[in-house]
């Protein structure tokens, strides 16, 4: 099993930054794909950005790229997803996911990945 627990979530003005972190624990950190995905009220959840068990592939919704960028420190078992030029509609619960395979598979959907949070608010205001 997999423990993810998020943190880093809050209020920001439109325009501003925040950074989420997801801290993980019961395997190693570095056989997991991350992920982070998002659910706005009465909303579906919905893919935000995900990331290779090395770190080295990437992969971003489109109304995230170049403002949002997710990276990992397998030495703390932690992945991040830093948050800049943020809207309003970026109000979410943030979920942490992760895959437990050598391959992240289809990586933009919530049925692909094992285990996830519980979850961090980002109120954004305008």
């Known amino acids: 099993q997999v423990q993810l627990v998020e943190s880093g979530g809050g209020l920001a003005q439109a325009g501003g930054s925040l950074r989420l972190s997801c801290a993980a624990s019961g395997r190693s950190f570095a056989s997991l794909n991350m992920g982070w995905f998002r659910q706005a009220p009465g909303k579906e959840r919905d893919f935000v950005a995900a990331?290779?068990?090395?770190?080295?592939?990437?992969y971003y919704a489109d109304s995230v790229k170049g403002r949002f960028t997710i990276s990992r420190d397998n030495a703390k078992n932690t992945v991040y997803l830093q948050m800049n030029s943020l809207k309003p509609e970026n109000t979410a619960v943030y979920y942490c996911?992760?895959?437990?395979?050598?391959?992240?598979?289809?990586?933009?959907?919530?049925?692909?990945?094992?285990?996830w949070g519980k979850g961090t608010q980002v109120t954004v205001s305008s």
């Open positions: 990331l290779s068990r090395s770190g080295g592939i990437e």
């Open positions: 996911t992760a895959r437990s395979s050598l391959y992240i598979g289809n990586y933009y959907s919530s049925l692909t990945y094992d285990y």
